[in-house]
């Protein structure tokens, strides 16, 4: 019984950079290396560039500039036909004239197997995604999720180097998104494959990602494990786009070693400086970190309240200008008018330097 | 394994070239031989005999020389056989071979004619020949088909479209057909129409001939005759805006109307495709004409001599929009069904009446389909020969007026090049100008997606008008056709009105004797040459067709508009156009195909590729890329992709594509009329024959007979072709996202 392997290789990008036409930069003087096993998330708002520089792996588009190599091998100017690399699509493009089995045979009738081969392999596959006894049907015949894991089986039996998805889970229901979502890493890990994943939606990257590459104009914002890109994002981009944050302007007043003096009109604080020298600088607040305290803290009044079942969430008014809060005290909440002391913890508040 | 398929060095495409290359040079013979396909060159002197001899007999035998710059081309792309594509030197070889050889056999076949050199500055620098050139056959074929794609494959290792050998031998091989079979014989008309008597080439004489008053004269406003070029004009205009607009009647009945048998109104508007065009005139005859049913009737019940009043303007006028209005039907049909139902939807939910809806969302909607439906009554009309020439009476047009001056008393070719040129000024025109009316439109109006919504029904004001006239119109189509059948089974029509069988025996007698079929009837020579010449076509058509759809549709390259336009521009040749300039260009040296029955498979092709390429794109556009790109990223190339899964979701468009160039190739007049031969007559210009006989009779019953077999033949191919089996639902979705 032949099961599906992993020859999982690494993705190298040498100062790519794709134009079309003449003057639209896609993807900007981007460098990059992807570790063989890992599984990396390329996330970013519409039209970054982050499409683009998938199908560049794919061989489905040129880089203009700059080299890509998969494996250790010079692949920048080969077609997608002839690149060890398969790709799960967003529409899923399954071939609806043809069954299932024959979607997942498809590659491998030119991968040079046998016919015995070819069956037994396509049968693993789809066993592999859950879809055993499913091989007769015809795409149309299958539900939504059902299709994505054809999809998925069909790119999995030719055990690529490197697979591509992209956007996979956005034509699913919201519940479908989690599950699907889990089971793509489950197959990823077990088999260790390198796969490289396209998305826009900042918590399916946190999700399943071993490292987010986050794109912002065509060009790479910030790359790092997901904690880190939460914790300590770059820029402001990078802290709103990431799990969302309030940006307060704020002033370093001094640097020692590597804490910060802080002050936010008038309210002095101590961060880690994170190399940034003494100036005006951009205080980010998670939503879900801000904590009200007795003193010490930021004056400010309670502009909106909104009951959303689990939590409560808050808009908060001061002079630093707008805080949005979460809370998960739903029995006591705050109610608008009040006035509330904004504190700042010792972690959570990150300096980042004006974008 | 997938990544060995860089590095190989064995090319089948390559060797595949290199061989034919080679058989053609050495194996077919080089010259064009009649009757290729019996054979019997094979056992009559061939390899030896200049007549049958390939190239390389010829050039052993000391015949053209000028052959020999062809060998050492054929020989250096044996050098790169072995090397991996990526050696600079594979990619060089290739273009210099291919390139060299190609451009060496285009300037010997336009160098050397039938009387030795062509040129005189050539006979002054080398002297005079004392040798001449023939037609190009099937080794000249081979070789120089090898020559292109060796050239396309040297490109293709370049990196052009990614090192796609396909799909760059399909662009080179489209645009190499295309410059040879549409633009070549323009190009020698427009020459045509320079010639002097005495053969020189002068501009004087063309622009005599071009504002000769025969053809620009206004005389018709002070009550004299005008120049055909305003008859054509404004017959087509007319021809144009009425067909449109009872498309349009046709289509709105059809989709926003709550009538009930819209399947048979569907086949009332459907039939007139499957009928010879000047069929209808005929008609027109039986109950316009002289002795006409309703011109007598009439004349009895007030009294007057029954007259000629058919003949001229008014029949050609009814023939044709008879003839060309389920043509704009059948185009205004996909635009009436596209227009997305819920921006109609929409717009009622914004306070619009029914009738500021249809007004101010449906028709601007429609603009492009209007304009597409215009365009093809426009030019159907100015390319139709048959009904002027049946109805025309003393109102000549073009297409007429071009055929007297090829094969009447004048044979005056300049005349008719001339005449040709004003024909395709005014549909280029036409071309032009609908395309910079819409600008850029024409595309965006099916998107393919699914659309829940349902169409509003017509408002009343428009719905009265609309009714009463497609009910006159589809009543006149019946009688129409119960006139051809009825006038296939009378004796004499007007005279003797006694039903008979006469006309269909005479046509299709057969008798069996001495244990075999013989096919007495007149008619059964053009039938058996119609059906070949219409088998082979229609398959052509449909494979160039879509091929030029998917590099349309599916690649980028440098120049694809111009490709673009080049490959529609032979959809705005009128017939008779393509009919005149094939004369002048394929009757001599290097392609020297008059007479035979490759002309008119050849000029078949190149008439309704464009209808090929239009379906094509059509259902192209409606599969998502993502398919073939899917498939490129499990491994299959361009070829195997486009093989095997964008042929098998287009079974619809290839069934339009066949059953349209299948039913054309048996209908088509205005190019055949020049082309057919004694040898090879088809059945549309053998019943034009009999028609100028006055045998309207056979020539009905035998147009009766033609019906029938499209509608049997048009069956048989939706049987052949199959359905694709594609659940709806599955489509709809893919455009989502």
Redesign the interface.
Known sequence: MAGVNSRAASVVFENVTKIYGRDVVAVNDVSLRIEPGKLVTLLGPSGCGKTTTLRMI???E?ASKGRILIGD?DVT???????????V???Y?????MTVLENVS??LK???YSKSETRDRAMAGLSLVGLDGYGGR????LS?GQQQRV?VA??LV?EPEVL?FD?PL??LDAKLRRHVREEIREIQQNLGLTVVYVTHDQEEALAVSDEIVVMKNAAIAQIGPPRALYDAPADTFVADFIGEANLIACEIVSVTGDVAEVAVTGVRHSLPARGLKPGPATLALRPSRIRIVEAGGLAATVEKVTYVGPRMEYTFAGDFGQVFAVSDNVDTPYRAGDGVMIGLAASGPVLVPDA | MRQTTTEKTTHPALIFWIVAGWVGFVLLPWYGVEDFWFMEWLTDGWPLDTDYAPALFLLLQGEKPWLWPVLPALAAPLLVMRRPKTDPLYAQILLAAGGFGFAWLIAQGLGIGIRGWNAGWLEALFGPLGDRQYGMGYGALIVASAFLFLFTQGIAARGAINGDVFVTGAIGGVIAVVTIFVFFPIAKMLLAAFVTEEGGHSVVVFLSKFFDDRIWGLGCLSGARCGVAWNSLFLAVLVGVLSTALGLVFALVLTRSGFRFKRSLRAITVLPIITPPFVIGLAIILLFGLSGTVTTWVADLVGMRPTRWVYGLPGVLIAQLLAFTPIAFLVLIGVVEGVSPSMEEAAQTLRASRWQTFRTVSLPLMRPGLANAFLLGFIESMADFGNPLVLGGNFDVLSTEIFFAIVGAQYDQGRAAILAIVLLAFTLAAFYLQRFWLGRKSYTTVTGKGDAGVHPEMPRGLAIPVYAVAAIWGAFTIVIYGMILYGSVVQLWGVDNTLTFKHYITAFAVRIEDGGIRWTGSAWDSFWTTMMIATVAAPLTAAIGLITAYLLTRQDFAGKRSFEFGTMLSFAIPGTVIGVSYILAFNIPPIEITGTGLILVISFIFRNMPVGVRAGIASMSQLDRSLDESSLTLGANSWQTFRRVILPLLRPAILAALVYSFVRAMTAISAVIFLVSARYDMATSYIIGRVENNDYGLAIAYSTALIFVMLAAVGLLQLMVGRTRIGRRMSHEQGGG
């Open positions: 794919a061989g489905l040129m091998k100017t080969l077609p997608a036909t002839d690149r060890d690399v398969s790709m699509f967003q529409s493009a399954l071939f609806p004239h498809y590659g030119f991968s040079g015809l795409p149309s015949e939504g999809a069909r790119a030719l591509l956007e956005s034509n």
